[in-house]
């Protein structure tokens, strides 16, 4: 927690967490004994586009945006409840955008070592986070079925030997 930051409520944070709606109360304490709390002031990157990306933050409080790496107009928008980086945990990768804090925003994160952790102290948290996780990747997925099967077929096209 950065200095002169107000603690949260941690287990409150997360019971409004969509990701972790089906969660029991015994789930959301383990998490929420375990996350890290951070504060992102107004105008400040959480993350950047190309970082490294290995924790799974849940926005207690606050909104930020989401802009392209090169900059430009938000693309969208997360605020208390959501989350970003949830497949960091289970693959390595990079922020694919920047998240800048619209206003003063206070995040709960879980780092891949800390879940590779919970994963041993706590294997039954870890395989319901896990599968929530899925849970919103296929949702995420569902909701972009026509997007996603335009760049399939573009994709596609771009692969196919020219005269065929």
Not at 33 to 45: D, N, P
Not at 67 to 93: H, I, K, N, Q
Request: charged residues 25%; hydrophobic residues 45%; glycine residues 10%.
């Amino acid at each position: 927690m950065t200095p002169g930051a107000q603690a949260i409520d941690k287990a409150s944070a997360l019971r409004a967490s969509h990701l972790l709606r089906d969660f029991t109360d015994v789930g959301l304490n383990i998490l929420a004994e375990l996350s890290i709390q951070r504060s992102v002031a107004r105008g400040i990157f959480a993350f950047r586009a190309g970082e490294a990306s290995d924790t799974l933050s849940f926005v207690a409080k606050g909104t930020l945006q989401l802009v392209p790496r090169d900059g430009g107009a938000p693309l969208g928008e997360v605020a208390a409840g959501d989350t970003v980086g949830g497949m960091s945990l289970l693959v390595e990768g990079e922020h694919v955008l920047s998240a800048v804090a619209a206003t003063d925003v206070e995040l709960l994160q879980i780092s891949r070592p800390l879940f590779e952790e919970i994963k041993k102290t706590h294997p039954r948290t870890a395989l319901k986070l896990t599968l929530a996780l899925a849970q919103d990747l296929a949702e995420r997925i569902a909701e972009a079925k026509g997007p996603l099967r335009e760049f399939l077929v573009w994709q596609i096209g771009r692969r196919q030997p020219e005269g065929r």
